[in-house]
């Protein structure tokens, strides 16, 4: 008889094994990366479309989703709503992307559905479709809409994983609020090489009937989206300042993660959602690997941050702590644009340890080439780690306990030594991903 742990780590095996079904690359091209929903849409016929009996919050942007998002589902969870809320990448283990109120999705639940409808289905799927069968993050996302259908929940909030348009969440009917934080510069060689661009791509959430929100400050792209809201028949709300009626608390103290704070505040507002203790929720509020000090003495804090925008806000958060010397334990995926960021970082550290990550479906950057370009930037002592556990190991022995370790460039890094502190065995015994 297995146990528990061992049924789940079976169920994630098979859901990350569907990765080698051979299929096209659809990302690059926007008509081509329409059959994500085709063949999502598809998917969710079979399984009695749940999308259907759900009331949606939509969120989308280049940075800031995460911290909406879990804003928004603890404050409507205060509120004595019941909400489920799907977010994309996990930091430690796959079911921290399924969240009902305070508490993960259980092993069991997720085993159940995955044996009673995902597999079925996607054996049905083969002999009554021409179109791929989905892949593993609408698989996910299949799992979470039965999952909140189940659990009957009164709202559900979809963080989209890349782009809007032809992001899988965008298979759902119009929601009642959609939302975009912001543009920047990700994903180009996807959603386009301007701001413009990709602002039309996230743009796609936008659908009739909606109320939409952004914290977006850039005019041209606001424009963009009050002639897709007039297109679409959907309400654009601008944003007031009601942030300043509230503490910013130790999360939300940097203007980015501020602006975020101000964004779920109107969208409260516009759901018309009370909540009796605000303050408290914002004073508590932490969100796992985004700025999470994780250690005292030396102090460690580890941050998912990627790209120029979230890096920009993580070297805001590093100014306002107190330490000596600053150790930084980086890693980046190929495929980002994480020089400009690391021009701004670098100037602050005092130790550098170079090191990569394991997840095996996204190629980590050449360490050669990121100790070449760091060298360039600024000469600081540098190590070179292909076993992340062996950097963090030696930032620990080095470190003084006035001093501050930063761990970045990758959520999957700061994830994966995440379990230094917080195991995968601990999370799924208590269904938090919190300490």
Same mark, same amino acid.
């Given at each position: 008889?297995?146990?528990?742990? $061992?049924?789940?780590?079976?169920?994630?095996?098979?859901?990350?094994?569907?990765?080698?079904?051979?299929?096209?690359?659809?990302?690059?091209?926007?008509?081509? =990366?329409?059959?994500?929903?085709?063949?999502?849409?598809?998917?969710?016929?079979?399984?009695?479309?749940?999308?259907? *009996?759900?009331?949606?919050?939509?969120?989308?942007?280049?940075?800031?989703?995460?911290?909406?998002?879990?804003?928004?589902?603890?404050?409507?969870?205060?509120?004595? *709503?019941?909400?489920?809320?799907?977010?994309?990448?996990?930091?430690?283990?796959?079911?921290?992307?399924?969240? &009902?109120?305070?508490?993960?999705?259980?092993?069991?639940?997720?085993?159940?559905?995955?044996?009673?409808?995902?597999?079925?289905?996607?054996?049905?799927?083969?002999? *009554?479709?021409?179109?791929?069968?989905?892949?593993?993050?609408?698989?996910?996302?299949?799992?979470?809409?039965?999952? !909140?259908?189940?659990?009957?929940?009164?709202?559900?909030?979809?963080?989209?994983?890349?782009?809007?348009?032809?992001?899988?969440?965008?298979?759902?009917?119009?929601?009642?609020?959609? %939302?975009? %934080?912001?543009?920047?510069?990700?994903?180009?060689?996807?959603?386009?090489?301007?701001?413009?661009?990709?602002?039309?791509?996230?743009?796609?959430?936008?659908?009739?009937?909606?109320? !939409?929100?952004?914290?977006?400050?850039?005019?041209?792209?606001?424009?963009?989206?009050?002639? =897709?809201?007039?297109?679409?028949?959907?309400?654009?709300?601008?944003?007031?300042?009601?942030?300043? #009626?509230?503490?910013?608390?130790?999360?939300?103290?940097?203007?980015?993660? +501020?602006?975020?704070? +101000?964004?779920?505040?109107? /969208?409260?507002?516009?759901?018309?959602?009370?909540?009796?203790?605000?303050?408290?929720?914002?004073?508590?509020?932490?969100?796992?690997?985004?700025? $999470?000090?994780?250690?005292?003495?030396?102090?460690?804090?580890?941050?998912?941050?990627? #790209?120029?925008?979230?890096?920009?806000?993580?070297?805001?958060? /590093?100014?306002?702590?107190?330490?000596?010397?600053?150790?930084? /334990?980086?890693?980046?995926?190929?495929?980002?644009?994480?020089?400009?960021?690391?021009?701004?970082?670098?100037?602050? &550290?005092?130790?550098?340890?170079?090191? =990569?990550?394991?997840?095996? !479906?996204?190629?980590?950057?050449?360490?050669?080439?990121?100790?070449?370009?760091?060298?360039?930037?600024?000469?600081?002592?540098?190590?070179?780690?292909?076993?992340?556990?062996?950097?963090?190991?030696?930032?620990?022995?080095?470190?003084?306990?006035?001093?501050?370790?930063?761990?970045?460039?990758?959520?999957?890094?700061?994830?994966?030594?995440?379990? +230094?502190?917080?195991?995968?065995?601990?999370?799924?015994?208590?269904?938090?991903? %919190?300490?």
């Amino acid at each position: 008889m297995k146990t528990i742990l $061992e049924t789940y780590h079976q169920d994630i095996a098979w859901l990350e094994g569907l990765n080698n079904i051979p299929r096209k690359n659809y990302m690059l091209g926007p008509s081509s =990366r329409s059959i994500f929903i085709q063949r999502l849409q598809n998917f969710l016929n079979l399984l009695g479309n749940p999308e259907k *009996k759900l009331k949606f919050i939509h969120v989308t942007g280049t940075a800031g989703k995460g911290s909406t998002v879990n804003l928004l589902h603890d404050l409507i969870f205060a509120s004595g *709503k019941k909400v489920g809320s799907y977010t994309s990448p996990f930091a430690t283990t796959t079911i921290e992307k399924f969240r &009902v109120n305070n508490e993960l999705i259980s092993p069991q639940i997720f085993h159940q559905i995955l044996e009673e409808k995902i597999k079925p289905a996607l054996d049905q799927y083969i002999l *009554k479709y021409k179109t791929e069968t989905p892949s593993y993050f609408e698989l996910c996302l299949s799992i979470a809409l039965l999952y !909140f259908k189940k659990e009957k929940c009164d709202l559900v909030i979809l963080e989209a994983g890349l782009g809007g348009l032809h992001d899988a969440t965008n298979v759902i009917p119009p929601p009642i609020v959609s %939302t975009i %934080t912001n543009i920047g510069l990700d994903h180009t060689e996807i959603l386009g090489k301007t701001k413009e661009a990709i602002a039309n791509d996230k743009a796609g959430i936008i659908k009739k009937g909606s109320i !939409f929100l952004t914290s977006e400050k850039n005019q041209k792209l606001i424009q963009i989206f009050k002639e =897709r809201c007039a297109e679409k028949k959907a309400k654009f709300i601008a944003l007031k300042n009601l942030s300043q #009626n509230y503490s910013e608390g130790k999360y939300f103290a940097t203007k980015q993660q +501020n602006t975020n704070l +101000n964004l779920v505040l109107n /969208i409260l507002e516009v759901l018309k959602i009370k909540v009796d203790n605000i303050q408290k929720v914002i004073n508590n509020f932490q969100l796992i690997c985004r700025q $999470e000090i994780i250690q005292d003495k030396p102090q460690v804090i580890l941050d998912g941050a990627h #790209n120029a925008d979230k890096l920009g806000n993580l070297i805001d958060f /590093i100014k306002k702590q107190k330490y000596q010397k600053l150790h930084l /334990i980086f890693a980046a995926a190929e495929d980002k644009h994480y020089l400009g960021a690391l021009k701004k970082l670098l100037p602050e &550290v005092d130790y550098l340890y170079l090191t =990569r990550f394991n997840n095996p !479906f996204r190629k980590s950057a050449s360490l050669k080439t990121l100790f070449t370009q760091c060298q360039k930037i600024k000469k600081i002592p540098s190590q070179v780690f292909h076993d992340s556990e062996m950097a963090l190991s030696s930032a620990l022995k080095k470190a003084k306990k006035n001093d501050l370790i930063v761990i970045c460039g990758s959520f999957f890094l700061a994830g994966l030594l995440r379990k +230094n502190w917080l195991s995968e065995e601990e999370i799924i015994k208590n269904l938090s991903s %919190t300490k």
